[in-house]
């Protein structure tokens, strides 16, 4: 089975991968991906999300043994070893400029000709600018300081490891970077230049012939966000910059010969606002956008390819919205025109009913839970958790006690991200028709702790029927989503308490996605 | 057998068969053995098999709303309410039993019936009523209320 491989580079990359990962969660995406990130800022707010994302991943997949038809957490994401390793952060030291990582006091007093050529190069500020919080939108000096990637240590000696007894085009690896900021800019054609990663002595395979098929998704710009005027930085990167950087850069993508196989172009004109600004470190945390979510799709249609020719032909993939509205069937899900119906609905399927199992759980999930087990006489509850709870040795059959309280506690904080990101890419201007936030929680949304609707509250027990927005549905409130949870028929196989519970959520939001919004179900395989 | 019509159409026959058997069966050698002061005992089986046969129907009628009520989208949604519904139906049965047997006993006052006997005809009704409807119900109740009966 060849390998994937997903190295997200700055921000984007980041906040790409956390879209990856919730894809991931509702069951779309491929049997094993491995992913690290390349980000010198470490406490970037995007990062820090990113990397809490990916561990709450792995925590809920090692626990739930799901039944045949539940294809949530299928995706066996791999990181390095330690947990460090997943960032490759390139300055070791705090404080790091440029001036120090080219040694250039020393440079001045002994290549005095080497050092002239760099003050040419690069202008005062953009040598003594402290980098651990990125390159602040000046990618000529992230150049400089990536390309020379340790391929000893992690997270590239997990890659190059890989590339070990692999045959030609074996080891999907794909990138994803900004083009208008720092840290993507120069990370993405740096990685992308032939002799980094496509044809380094470990993959090079002959002429012309590697065991890396490179791809890459190069983020144009797609966001605005507001400036704070109080900032006391001096260098940092605005999205008033942003077309001009773009254009200097696809300048230079289209007369460099790089060694990508593939790249997808994808961009956005909507412009919508992600937060304020921050120039690094914790203020750089911007809300989930449609953009991000795109861009995990170009990765999933990169690693779908089967047949691949040793000598790949470069191909470049462009795709652009017919109207200024983005919905479901205009997301561009994959190169295969004959199926991309199919696959624009099966991903409608997953996350419809991701949503809606996140949504149940969180909130009557949770309540059944809080309730005293022989004062809940729901069917569905009553024949699946039978135990006494005065008795020591049954109660791990009670879904309230550990073993299964802290997978079940894991679930409820990953579910609760899940439906921010979801959440967050409706920005209220009415262009973006997945998820409708309004109908799902009360108020502005916080990470972590979304203030959702009562679903059993008279006035709100529509509501998740309504979830998809400007979608036709049947309007069926929450009781016959308890319904389907009475109606579903667990596999004996699911035997810990933790995993029937969750399995039963998820079966029923199955059902009930599929009756109330006429999603298909058997086509998600 | 929780499923409609079947529990619908066994809480029918169900009903029925007992009737029978009380009423019949049981009935005819019961009021034989009763000693009577004025009446026949053809007389008291004839308001015997009246009040089991209304405490028959009661109690037929009240599982048979139960089965539609449980079966109600809205009933999944407050099960709360389902389980007041269910206790009142519960004791809306052991009144009428009680109710039957104070009406057979007022129109056979002067019979001098033995009061083991009385005892004998309130379970007699009570089968009829609040002990079928329980019956029913915890065998049959649909499935969203399934476990909503006393004792499930």
Redesign the interface.
Known sequence: MPKNYLIGIGGTGARVIEAVINLCAAGYGPEELSVFIVDPDAGNGNLTRTKSLIADYKKCRDALKRTPDNPIFKTDIKIPPDEKGFVWEIFTDKGSTLSSFINYENMKRKKKELADFASVLFSNQELDTQLNEGFRGHPSIGSVVMSNPDTESYPFKMLFDDLAERKINDVKVFLVGSVFGGTGAAGFPTFGSKQILKYHPAAKVGENKSKILLGGALVLPYFTFELDNETSEKMFVTANDFPLATKAALQYYNEKDLGFDEIYFIGDSLGQKVGKFGVGSKKQENSPHYIELVSSLAAFDFYRQEDTKETAEKMLFTASRESTKISWDSLPVSRDATVIRKEQGKLKTLLTTMTVFAYSYLTFGKKILATNHRDI???WY??NFKFNNKDQQDKEKDPRQNPNKDPLDDFEKFLNNFLFWIASMDDDSGKVNFIDKKVLMNGEMEKGKPRLFDP?NDVT?NNIGQLLKNEKSKNE????F??KL??VKLDKRIAIASDKYLNIFYEAAAAYSKSNYNVESNNTK | MNKSPLNYLITIALGGVLWVITAIFYGGPFSESLMLATATPEQFLGNFRMILGVAAVIGIVNCLYWYYYGNL??T??D?KK??RVWWTSFIFQIIVAVALLFILVFMNLKEGILTSDWIITYALISLHTWFFFWLCTFVMSP??????PLFK
Not at chain 1, 477 to 480: N, S, V, Y
Not at chain 2, 143 to 148: A, E, Y
């Open positions: 006489k729901d069917t009553v024949e059993e027990k409130d929450f009781r016959i308890k319904n009475n109606d | 989208d809205s999944v949604g099960l389902a389980k499935r969203n209320v399934k476990f909503i």
